[in-house]
């Protein structure tokens, strides 16, 4: 019962965009650090991903009123 409340709280952050700052974070990781070889750049803040994540999302939309 235990396993099956984690795995819906997963799929429901996966869902809500909850977990995306963490998924940042390892995408970086592995693309920068492992496959460049060179030296890892600063990730961006919590805060500072999330602005841009909702810029980048609101971006280009256009309300009638």
């Known amino acids: 019962m235990h396993t099956k409340l984690k795995r819906l709280w997963k799929i429901i ?3 809500s965009g909850d977990d995306a700052y963490e ?3 390892k995408n970086l990781h ?3 650090c492992k496959h460049n ?3 890892c ?3 961006l803040s919590k805060a500072e991903f999330f602005k ?3 810029d980048e999302k609101w ?3 256009k309300r009638c009123c």
């Open 13 to 15: 952050r996966r869902l």
């Open 23 to 25: 998924v940042y974070l």
């Open 30 to 32: 592995k693309q920068q």
């Open 37 to 39: 070889n060179t030296e």
């Open 41 to 43: 750049s600063k990730p």
């Open 52 to 54: 841009k994540w909702q």
């Open 59 to 61: 971006q280009g939309i």
